[in-house]
């Protein structure tokens, strides 16, 4: 597909079980993001890749929370121990910025909706 | 740090008339840019429209414009001929140059409702 794709849809965890999200950005973007949205909230910044290289990780709420997107494509969240405060939707999105032009629109994934039983 | 503030947590307006979404901003970058998207009830957020903080003229997209008024700090979406299909929930976001992050900051959101 030609759009951000995001795995799996939907899921339930128990409170202490490790999860693992992934996103497959739109190819040859070389700008992956994650947010978190809450329900019935904007989507907060987790954090950011260029390429291969985490840029920016200042949204993570805790050193459970762990991205990766070793060959600069498909990226990883990991939420260790979960729990039912991370409850919600999360986000991927890319773009094809390589420059520091702001005027690259992110391409946002439909989510993955996280509940922590 | 930047922030968006979207003061109307929901918004009705009659198919075929226009309405205006409000955001304000605050950041103290000199360089920002602002976006809306479109979330429907199936939860993905569609780009509707981008204004770069030095433009000069409003920017518009078929039945979307922002009227960006910089030294109000605000950036409202008007939407023309409001279709059933607009029902939504809208979110402000801006990008600024913070420490070069190319993050998004978004508002809390407006829901808005088309009635036939």
């Known amino acids: 597909g030609a759009g951000v794709s995001q795995s799996p849809r939907y899921k339930v965890a128990k409170r202490g079980q490790d999860v693992a999200l992934r996103c497959d950005p739109i190819?040859?973007?070389?700008?992956l993001f994650w947010y978190q949205q809450a329900l019935g909230q904007g989507p907060e910044f987790l954090t950011y890749f260029q390429n291969e290289a985490q840029l920016d990780k200042s949204g993570l709420p805790s050193d459970r929370f762990f991205a990766e997107r070793p060959e600069g494509s498909v990226s990883t969240l990991k939420i260790q121990r979960t729990q039912q405060e991370d409850s919600a939707v999360y986000l991927c999105?890319?773009?094809?910025?390589?420059?520091?032009?702001?005027?690259?629109?992110?391409?946002f994934g439909p989510g993955t909706r996280l509940t922590v039983t | 740090a930047q922030k968006i503030t979207q003061t109307q947590p929901g918004m009705f307006v009659q198919e075929k008339e226009a309405v205006t979404l409000d955001c304000t901003y605050d950041?103290?970058?000199?360089?920002?840019?602002l976006f809306w998207y479109k979330q429907p009830s199936s939860g993905e957020m569609i780009f509707l429209i981008y204004q770069g903080s030095y433009d000069q003229q409003n920017a518009t997209e078929g039945r979307y414009s922002l009227n960006f008024q910089k030294a109000r700090k605000s950036a409202n979406l008007v939407i023309s001929a409001s279709q059933l299909g607009d029902s939504a929930m809208y979110f402000c976001?801006?990008?600024?140059?913070?420490?070069?992050?190319?993050?998004?900051?978004f508002g809390k959101g407006t829901k808005l409702t088309v009635n036939p």
């Open positions: 950041t103290s970058d000199p360089s920002y840019g």
């Open positions: 999105a890319s773009s094809g910025r390589a420059s520091r032009k702001k005027s690259y629109e992110q391409y």
């Open positions: 976001a801006m990008i600024g140059d913070q420490g070069g992050s190319e993050k998004l900051v």
């Open positions: 190819s040859g973007h070389v700008s």
